[in-house]
Structures are given as C-alpha cells and as structure tokens.
C-alpha cells in the first residue's frame, strides 16, 4: 500500500469563545487582524457582517509555520482546522494558536478548556491489489452479472466492480454528525491503476494504520 495523498486532515476543538474572553478584556476584531498577518490569509472576513459565530467566522488559504493551513474556522463553540498534511497538524495549529493568542491578546486559555475533539480524514492511496474486487466473493459475483446483463441491454461492453463499501453506526439509536468509514474507487481514475479515497472520522495516522491492516488481511486471504 503507498499513500498517493492526504486529502484533508480536519481537527475540531470544542470550546466556547465567551470561556476565551470571560471578562470582555480581548478585543477580537484586533486579535482577527493579528491573525490573518500571522497566517498570512489570502481570504478572511472584511466587513463587520462576516463576523458571526453562529455561521462560521472563515480564515482561507494561510500557512502556520511550514504547514500550510486550508481553512480555519471560529464559531460559537468551537474552533475548526483544516491542513492537507493530518488531523496531528491540524490539532497542533489549534493548540498553537490558541497560545498565542494567550500570549498577545490576553485570550484565556489552557488546554484542558478542550473538553471533546472531532477528527476527520482523507486519504487517497495505491494498493498492491484490486481490493474491492477480492473483498467480497458474492459481491464481485452479483456485479459481474450486472455488468453482463447491462452489456446485453445496452449492446455495449460494460465491467461492473465493486466500487466502494461504507461502514457506519446504528443512526436509529442515536443521532450525532459523524462521517462514515468510506472505502471507494478513486473518480476519474481507470480501475486498473488499484486507486482509492477512504474517509473516515479518525485522525490520520489511525485511519492509514487501520487501511494497512485492512489490506494485509484482504492479501492473506486472495
């Protein structure tokens, strides 16, 4: 297996922003000002509009020491990160931040203020196999079938693989966002090249380890 790229790599922190300010001392439009140079954001709030918590206050396209920051978002109860190199990144940028702003700005914080962290990862990689296609006997049987009765409909030459498989949790029992395990053919990639886009609401290193098992078991069993 040979990781082609990280996709995303998102780290939410769970914190309320008045816990940041408790006695209305920081002046956020400074610290916002202050944050867009540190960052060096190409896109980021330039009317008083822009401002509001409950939709997303969004920082585009900056760069945090040699990590090149996608998206950073301030809301109401939480603050979101989002790099193209792992969710590690992206929770460090948020501490980091966060201790500057302690530092500069008079903003309270210690990391113990983050009471829950949401992950989520994307990842696209090679495999030594077509995984899918072995994964499932039935599967790969039940579309070939397809593949062959479509082909006779339609006069033309149609292979049907299995293209993907998800993994989710029971949502009648309880109702929370998270993503599900996804595991599925890269779009736009022809299905010799063993291609694929898995996403999952881990951070990075564990969901690449948890691909790597998944494969070695798939190969043990061809």
Known sequence: MKL?????????GFVEMSDL??????FFPEVIEALVKQCHFQKFPKEY???????????LEGKWGDITVDKLTLYQDGILVDTCSSTADSERI?????????SQFGVTYRPEMIKRKVYLSDLTFYSESPLLTILNPALSALADRVGRALSEIRNDDFRYEISGFTAHYDQSLKQIPIAP???????????????YFSEAPLPTDLHWKLLEEFEATILIRK
Do not use: M, Y
């Not at 779009?187 to 090249?193: D, R």
């Open 4 to 12: 082609s790229a990280v996709t995303l790599g998102r780290c939410i």
């Open 21 to 26: 300010n408790p006695r209305g001392k920081v």
């Open 49 to 59: 509009s822009e401002l509001d918590e409950r939709k997303g206050i969004a920082f």
């Open 94 to 102: 948020l501490h980091e931040a966060l201790s500057w702003g302690a």
């Open 181 to 195: 395990f996804t595991v599925q053919r890269r779009l736009q990639t022809p299905f010799s090249e063993n291609k």
